[in-house]
């Protein structure tokens, strides 16, 4: 178990973490293979997974995002070479809700450490929503990189 300032009880299998709030609602976060590196750095897909649902109308819950972040924080101190890509889940075209929480979420989080890049304006408001989470310094501009050929290619 891992456990993380004011966070839910996290369970830990290899590179897969979940959660279940105080709604039973469970949430699964994982980090899978990205197909690309850029400069030797390794990129790994974030995903968020809301595996169960609730019947009760929840309304905003602060643990899932410092959960998230414990998640995260966790994730980059055993790994920490790689950056991470967080594209939104279009299901429910809910999308832009996703984006905004999961910006929201890193903006309040307490991880100096890492940066979230994200793609220009103009792709977020053609519905691109992805972001790139790295440490600050070398991998940072790593990152950059990676970003700036992620945003190239969707624009050709």
């Given at each position: 178990?891992?456990?993380?300032?004011?966070?839910?009880?996290?369970?830990?299998?290899?590179?897969?973490?979940?959660?279940?709030?105080?709604?039973?609602?469970?949430?699964?976060?994982?980090?899978?293979?990205?197909?690309?590196?850029?400069?030797?750095?390794?990129?790994?897909?974030?995903?968020?997974?809301?595996?169960?649902?609730?019947?009760?109308?929840?309304?905003?819950?602060?643990?899932?995002?410092?959960?998230?972040?414990?998640?995260?924080?966790?994730?980059?101190?055993?790994?920490?070479?790689?950056a991470l890509?967080?594209?939104?889940?279009?299901?429910?075209?809910?999308?832009?809700?996703?984006?905004?929480?999961?910006?929201?979420?890193?903006?309040?989080?307490?991880?100096?450490?890492?940066?979230?890049?994200?793609?220009?304006?103009?792709?977020?408001?053609?519905?691109?929503?992805?972001?790139?989470?790295?440490?600050?310094g070398d991998n940072e501009?790593?990152?950059?990189?990676?970003?700036?050929?992620?945003?190239?290619?969707?624009?050709?």
């Amino acid at each position: 178990m891992l456990n993380y300032k004011n966070s839910y009880e996290i369970t830990k299998t290899e590179d897969t973490y979940s959660f279940k709030t105080k709604f039973n609602i469970e949430y699964l976060v994982s980090f899978s293979e990205w197909e690309n590196t850029v400069n030797e750095l390794v990129i790994r897909n974030l995903t968020l997974a809301e595996i169960s649902e609730s019947s009760l109308k929840v309304g905003i819950d602060v643990r899932i995002g410092t959960t998230i972040e414990g998640v995260i924080s966790d994730y980059f101190t055993n790994n920490p070479d790689v950056a991470l890509i967080y594209v939104c889940d279009t299901l429910n075209q809910q999308e832009g809700k996703r984006y905004a929480r999961f910006k929201r979420w890193f903006q309040n989080s307490e991880m100096a450490e890492l940066i979230l890049l994200e793609p220009p304006v103009d792709l977020i408001e053609q519905g691109f929503y992805f972001a790139v989470i790295a440490k600050s310094g070398d991998n940072e501009v790593k990152a950059s990189n990676f970003m700036n050929k992620s945003i190239e290619d969707l624009t050709k």
